[in-house]
């Protein structure tokens, strides 16, 4: 069960771009959305996982956090400044 789990990030990674392109928005706009989206289902994986959590897990948590927003922001911003169809096969070959 848990290599299922394991896949949605392999899966959404690659659709979520297309996805946000389509729907539109600024590149700011397109991670907020996917920052609120991950958030959401974090919260339903640690009500139904019940992980253990500290504070030194938290803190490297949203370290992390921080730095996928900004390269998030920037992979929109390339996706924006080059399209979908170049950009895509880059970042998912990466």
């Known amino acids: 069960m848990d290599w299922l789990i394991a896949c949605i990030p392999i899966l959404s990674f690659g659709l979520i771009p297309v996805v946000a392109t389509f729907l539109g928005g600024k590149p700011v706009e397109q991670s907020m959305g996917i920052a609120f989206g991950s958030l959401a289902f974090a919260i339903a994986v640690f009500f139904i996982k019940k992980p253990e959590l500290n ?5 490297i948590g ?18 924006q ?14």
């Open 81 to 94: 400044y080059l399209g979908v169809s170049k950009s895509m096969p880059v970042s998912n070959g990466g």
């Open 62 to 79: 949203v370290l992390s956090g921080v730095f996928w927003a900004i390269g998030s922001v920037g992979q929109f911003k390339g996706i």
């Open 55 to 59: 504070p030194h897990i938290f803190l």
